[in-house]
């Protein structure tokens, strides 16, 4: 089995944010790792051409005992499959260890194995707090307090008590000797299947996070995230209009993310797209008539006042 590779679950209506992914990994992976796409079965001819010699597609059907037909916890089945696929991949046995990747990332520099891996058989962790998100008010509005709630659960159901939470949104490398504990430990001795688990809280990487810190099956090695995720268009919004550019959040991260429930009626945006054409993603043609107006009575106050002077 590979040492680590790097997963990338997607489906058809993510197909043109797969194709941007895609071409950044081969644009950045100075180390020749492989990507496993995994898609529906009615999909794969589509994503076929994304195939070669580091990258492989494969069928979702490899999972199918897993995965659901009926919404869980309140979110379509295509959802949790997608997170089913996940915590599942390791089952392959095709890897050791597996960086998940978002369709709707892209990577911004280049990346060895040494990026995923403490030594030849650790993975480096991603546990953080995310402090900042609590702090930022639409955010916990509209995410925290239900996360935390479902993450306290999972604490409980593991039997893991610790009152500071850590863990990850995604992008986590996964060690799958923790995942087969997962399995064989925790969901057969209860008779639960990944989906039973994410009935209880439909966070994967906090079921991974938590049986890991309780376990410690592998040695925790701490890294900061390794995307850079823009929740909401707010968050985006603040560093287009600071100017900060995709080479300046390469200094501190591996990818970055715009999250697609937000972004995507907006359509594929160019992460290095100059302030302009990223503005234009979000506003309308009254909004940039207005922007003008207010441009041009600026520029003229500005030259009446420096005449006066």
């Not at 794969?44 to 051409?49: I, K, R, Y």
């Not at 009926?70 to 890897?95: D, S």
């Not at 900061?224 to 909401?232: D, L, M, N, Q, R």
Request: aromatic share 12%.
């Amino acid at each position: 089995m590979e040492p680590v590779s790097l997963l990338l679950k997607s489906f058809r209506g993510d197909h043109a944010y797969a194709v941007r992914l895609v071409e950044s990994f081969h644009e950045f992976n100075v180390d020749g790792l492989r990507l496993h796409v995994v898609v529906p079965h009615e999909d794969v001819e589509l994503f076929a051409p994304l195939a070669g010699v580091t990258v492989d597609v494969i069928d979702e059907s490899e999972f199918a005992p897993h995965l659901v037909q009926e919404p869980v916890a309140g979110l379509r089945a295509g959802y949790i499959n997608q997170e089913i696929v996940k915590l599942a991949f390791w089952e392959l046995e095709l890897t050791e260890n597996y960086f998940c990747v978002d369709s709707d990332a892209v990577f911004i520099r280049q990346f060895t194995a040494s990026d995923f891996m403490f030594d030849d058989r650790t993975p480096f962790t991603v546990l953080v707090e995310d402090k900042e998100l609590a702090v930022e008010p639409r955010y916990y509005r509209e995410y925290w307090t239900v996360r935390e709630a479902a993450i306290r659960r999972i604490q409980q159901e593991v039997d893991y008590e610790d009152p500071v939470i850590r863990t990850c949104h995604g992008h986590q490398v996964f060690s799958s000797a923790v995942l087969r504990s997962l399995k064989t430990d925790f969901l057969d001795p209860r008779g639960w299947d990944y989906a039973d688990a994410l009935a209880v809280a439909p966070y994967e990487f906090s079921w991974y996070n938590m049986w890991l810190q309780k376990t410690h099956l592998i040695d925790i090695h701490g890294r900061e995230p390794y995307a850079k995720v823009f929740h909401h268009e707010g968050h985006h919004l603040e560093y287009v209009l600071r100017g900060i550019r995709p080479k300046d959040i390469a200094r501190g991260y591996l990818l970055l993310v715009m999250n697609s429930n937000y972004s995507r009626d907006l359509g594929i945006i160019d992460p290095g797209a100059t302030k302009p054409e990223t503005l234009s993603h979000y506003l309308s043609y009254g909004e940039v008539a207005a922007v003008l107006r207010s441009k041009a009575k600026d520029t003229w106050r500005r030259r009446v006042t420096r005449r006066q002077a």
